[in-house]
T-cell receptor, first 116, second 112 residues
Framework: NAGVTQTPKFQVLKTGQSMTLQCAQD?????MSWYRQDPGMGLRLIHY???????DQGEVPNGYNVSRSTTEDFPLRLLSAAPSQTSVYFC???FGTGETGNEKLFFGSGTQLSVL | QKEVEQDPGPLSVPEGAIVSLNCTYS??????FMWYRQYSRKGPELLMY????GNKEDGRFTAQVDKSSKYISLFIRDSQPSDSATYLC????????????FGSGTRLSIRP
């Protein structure tokens, strides 16, 4: 049981490049989400999903796309990277639905992204 | 103004001390309150959560919620060097289970 797995751990991009951050969980969780963590800002919700085929925006969705074709996977796409997207990105999942049970989030170990 | 405010620290205390970590918030609709612990270069992990007001105890950890003051606290008794980490408070509205709002975290260091 690996929990939440994020790849890659580190990535350097040039402005304007695109890339996908991968997230997979093996706990059969319906709820998955992406956060970014910046110094002094805490964790801010980018996008979330309450099940396969269902996604919604969080606090800071601009510049990011997500899709959820399976229960296990929730990739985050940066369409045209900007220096403002330099951050540490965390994927999280929980057994909750959109209504309840999301208090216990299981986090991956993060992806450190630098955009030059 | 942020919805959730948390003193970033760093906070340094000697081993064995009682630690008090706090958050204030502005949204009176928040009903679920959580504390996460994050070690360096790791993802956060849930320590405790409470619903509405009151206290909850789990071993050396006690979580307190005062909704009238919009203030939550985490107390750590008999602090250990292994408690050195960043502590993040988090909260959500009753009707908005999918949107959990985090504080910026307090960095805690326990000196042996």
């Amino acid at each position: 049981n690996a929990g939440v797995t994020q790849t890659p751990k580190f990535q350097v991009l040039k402005t304007g490049q695109s890339m996908t951050l991968q997230c997979a969980q093996d706990m059969n969780h319906e709820y998955m989400s992406w956060y970014r963590q910046d110094p002094g800002m805490g964790l801010r919700l980018i996008h979330y999903s309450v099940g396969a085929g269902i996604t919604d925006q969080g606090e800071v969705p601009n510049g990011y796309n997500v899709s959820r074709s399976t229960t296990e996977d929730f990739p985050l796409r940066l369409l045209s990277a900007a220096p403002s997207q330099t951050s540490v990105y965390f994927c999280a999942s929980s057994f909750g639905t959109g209504e309840t049970g999301n208090e216990k989030l299981f986090f991956g170990s993060g992806t450190q992204l630098s955009v030059l | 103004q942020k919805e959730v405010e948390q003193d970033p620290g760093p906070l340094s205390v000697p081993e064995g001390a009682i630690v008090s970590l706090n958050c204030t918030y502005s949204n009176s609709a928040f009903q679920y309150f959580m504390w996460y612990r994050q070690y360096s270069r790791k993802g956060p992990e849930l320590l405790m959560y409470t619903y509405s007001s009151g206290n909850k105890e789990d071993g050396r950890f006690t979580a307190q919620v005062d909704k009238s003051s919009k203030y939550i606290s985490l107390f750590i008794r008999d602090s250990q060097p292994s408690d050195s980490a960043t502590y993040l408070c988090a909260m959500r509205e009753y009707s908005s289970a999918s949107k959990i709002i985090f504080g910026s975290g307090t960095r805690l260091s326990i000196r042996p």
